[in-house]
């Protein structure tokens, strides 16, 4: 499950663009765990299918 990478906008949002400097690889679960409001739905994909525990806002990073 945590063996494939997506790619993450380092930037989101209005002004985030799909330009290679603002893209990067990260596991689901980091993926999943970065704080980005955008993410949410991702978050409760992930405590339906255990990739992130029920402690996962003491795991949420800056990026």
Do not use: Y
Request: glycine share 10%; aromatic share 4%.
């Amino acid at each position: 499950m945590l063996n494939r990478c997506q790619i993450d906008h380092v930037q989101s949002g209005k002004n985030g663009t799909n330009k290679f400097s603002n893209l990067r690889t990260l596991c689901r679960q980091c993926h999943e765990l970065r704080a980005d409001l955008r993410h949410a739905g991702m978050k409760a994909k992930g405590l339906e299918d255990g990739t992130i525990p029920p402690n996962w806002r003491e795991l949420v990073w800056e990026g």
